[in-house]
């Protein structure tokens, strides 16, 4: 039979590698700026637009989004034309993916400065975006589906496999996960509410972890690593085990991010017990990986591009360990809510997503302009750089995070809170987390020399961008079958569409099995009779609150331990979340929980608080809000906003939405009224006076009964 000639795509993975490299430096660029405001609030820059509040999910979405997003992109395309001895399907469509991506990542760098955020961790960018969102991934799928099925490789290789279960599942995470209610361009609220809205999202959060972060990358180590090494994969059976076991225990584990809330019991236990199994998967990976390189170690030490896959490995073998250990729950009782948390994520986010985007940089960029790399002692200065940037990053969060947990636990002989006040713990790590933005410093400035030497080294080669290639087409039938051919997996590779539908059903399974009871049997979220509606201007304070951010460093839900209601106040139950719409839980805890903020202290502080937070906190990190107490409070929205609510099943009488302005206003009016008792002059239509209402509010609604709380009513 006669060889086929064809040629590779290499320009849209130029495209996408270049994306990578320019969006990599500004969400580092973002998230230093972000990690020096938690010792310095000045560096704010003084206007809304820069607070630690706003531009934290930018930091967020720009590295998992635009650096990994790309970077994923760039992989997939470059190994997927060769794994399958085809073209991409449609050159057209690769550059609509490639151009939808970046003006979704732009879009991204518009709203959410303006605090234009649904909130959920990972997934802020509202309805019109997640719509874009939606398209663009299809458009991906169909050029990789496409590209399957005009292959001229019969069997479906490994890296495929991972490729393949990444696709179905962000599709089916994303989707859930967004439905909204809009109620304009650019705002909306969550269908679900509170205890299920907190589960919607941690079953996304955790496994956009998983699937995003984690699976494409699987894939891109078993193609790029052989590659580098010049090694076939260690074991083709145990990439079949360690494949089909993360995909099924990954998708179960998301409630280990809610160990002792409100959410029902038997979810959380769930959580845990498929939270340890997933070691066994994970660590599969690695050392399939790491085992890939027997008989190449000394390559390693000659080797950059092996250097940044070794420590990229070692770094998800650590963050695979430590994720199971966070979710048993004496270990999370101490470490959840602190900086512990920050440094496991960056573990695997700088060591294991950096790293290995890294490697493969180096490895690609040469080969598409056909020459050599630039500088190969640059980009060693980049790999020890970097290495010891992960290092001074990693280091003092552990120690932050263990300092945080253990001084909020300690009480006195005499059974009183040892730091009673919650800023003493949060002074305690300010130089913990000066070391940690000299890490992340160190980390950016490698990137930078990366980039200066890929530059270099495109400049002085020249890009391939058909790369000519040729092999045999793929027969219909197969007269001569190898007896190997005949294990169901083997089979199995052979028919992507069935594989694709089995990878569906088993990631569905864990999920379905979570959420299901939750939603449907209504013990699990039991009412509370005292739990009212906000008020409509409770309910505008509650979205600035939203607005600015505010949940990315106070949590709002208080554990049942001693330690912690001793600090804020009564645990928190689930039916106190019923009518929040999205739930503001949160993850982390810079400031002090709020749930139990409401009556706490007179309207007077809070304006002062939000005016010059060390006024009334000396020592404060938070930042001052000034633009609240001058901005007017937009209450065009306040009767869609009603309806909005009803719709979604708040109780509002009927007709509420015709007098909400007129109850606003006579709310605002009182607080207006109060401060000016206390010497405080401000208009009562300003944004203060509406956030003040909200955290007046908030955690309020079973205080008059907290002995007896009746469990369903």
């Known amino acids: 039979m006669q060889l086929e000639k064809f040629t590779y795509d290499n320009k849209i993975v130029r495209d996408f590698g270049i994306a990578t490299i320019v969006w990599g430096i500004i969400g580092m660029l973002v998230g230093l700026l972000v990690a020096t405001q938690l010792f310095s609030p000045s560096m704010n820059l003084g206007n809304q637009y820069t607070t630690f509040g706003r531009i934290r999910p930018l930091h967020t979405n720009a590295v998992i989004f635009a650096f990994v997003g790309n970077a994923i992109f760039m992989g997939v395309y470059y190994s997927l034309q060769r794994l399958l001895k085809a073209r991409m399907f449609s050159t ?367 400049l002085k080669g020249k890009l391939v961008a058909e790369e000519e290639a040729e092999a045999m087409p793929l027969e219909k039938e197969i007269t001569h079958e190898d007896p190997a051919d005949k294990k169901w997996h083997r089979v199995l590779e052979r028919k992507p569409m069935k594989f694709m539908v089995l990878s569906m059903i088993v990631i569905l399974i864990g999920g379905m099995v979570e959420m299901m009871p939750t939603f449907t049997i209504e013990s699990n979220v039991p009412t509370i009779a005292s739990v009212k509606p906000y008020t409509p201007l409770e309910l505008e304070g509650r979205d600035l609150y939203i607005k600015e951010g505010c949940v990315n460093c106070h949590s709002q839900t208080i554990r049942p331990f001693r330690s912690e209601t001793e600090r804020y106040g009564e645990y928190s139950k689930a039916g106190e979340f019923v009518y929040d719409h999205p739930f503001l839980w949160g993850s982390k805890r810079t400031g002090p929980d709020l749930h139990r903020i409401g009556g706490k202290y007179s309207n007077a502080w809070h304006y002062n608080h939000m005016l010059d937070p060390t006024s009334m906190s000396p020592g404060s990190i938070m930042p001052a809000y000034p633009w609240l107490i001058t901005q007017k409070l937009d209450i065009s929205m306040t009767e869609a906003k009603i309806r909005a609510m009803q719709t979604l099943g708040v109780p509002y009488r009927e007709n509420f939405d015709k007098v909400a302005q007129a109850k606003l206003k006579e709310q605002a009016d009182a607080i207006a009224a109060d401060l000016k008792q206390n010497n405080i002059e401000v208009k009562s239509d300003r944004e203060i006076i509406a956030l003040i209402a909200y955290l007046q509010r908030m955690g309020t609604d079973i205080k008059a009964n907290k002995t007896t709380i009746p469990s369903n009513q």
Request: glycine share 8%; hydrophobic share 55%; charged share 10%.
């Open 92 to 458: 057209a469509l690769s550059k609509i993916h490639f151009w939808g991506w970046q003006l979704i990542i732009v879009s991204a760098v518009i709203t959410l400065p303006l605090g234009i955020t649904s909130s959920h961790e990972y997934a802020e960018l509202e309805w019109p975006i997640d719509i874009a969102i939606t398209l663009i991934w299809v458009v991906f799928g169909i050029n990789m589906f496409g590209t399957i099925i005009k292959r001229r490789e019969r069997h479906l290789y490994v890296a495929i496999w991972f490729y393949i279960a990444t696709f179905v599942t962000i599709a089916v995470l994303h989707i859930v996960n967004s439905f909204q209610l809009p109620i304009s361009f650019l705002k909306s609220y969550y269908v679900f509410a509170g205890v299920q809205d907190a589960l919607v999202q941690w079953w996304y959060g955790h496994n956009a972890v998983a699937f995003f972060l984690t699976t494409p990358y699987l894939g891109m180590m078993y193609y790029f690593l052989p590659k580098m090494a010049n090694r076939p994969v260690y074991s083709y059976k145990l990439s079949i085990l360690h494949f089909w076991s993360l995909i099924f225990i990954y998708i179960w584990a998301g409630p280990h991010h809610l160990l002792y809330t409100s959410l029902p019991g038997w979810a959380q236990s769930l959580g845990v017990a498929f939270s340890i199994m997933l070691i066994a998967p994970s660590w599969g990976g690695m050392i399939n990986g790491l085992l890939t390189l027997r008989g190449a170690w000394d390559k390693v030490r000659e080797d950059v591009t092996l250097k940044f896959m070794v420590v990229a490995l070692t770094a998800y073998g650590m963050a695979t360990f430590e994720g199971p250990m966070l979710s048993l729950k004496q270990i999370n009782a101490v470490a959840h809510f602190t900086d512990w948390i920050v440094a496991h994520v960056h573990v695997g986010a700088l060591g294991w997503n950096g790293f290995l985007t890294f490697g493969i940089l180096y490895w690609l960029i040469p080969r598409i302009y056909k020459t050599e790399l630039f500088s190969k002692k640059l980009a060693s200065f980049h790999f020890w750089i970097g290495t010891l940037g992960i290092l001074f990053y990693a280091i003092p969060m552990y120690w932050a995070g263990f300092t945080q947990g253990l001084m909020w636990k300690e009480f006195t002989d005499e059974g009183l809170l040892k730091y009673a006040n919650f800023l003493t713990t949060t002074l305690q790590i300010i130089p913990m987390h000066v070391l940690r933005s000299i890490g992340g410093a160190l980390y950016l400035i490698g990137a930078i020399a990366m980039t200066y030497n890929l530059a270099k080294t495109m």
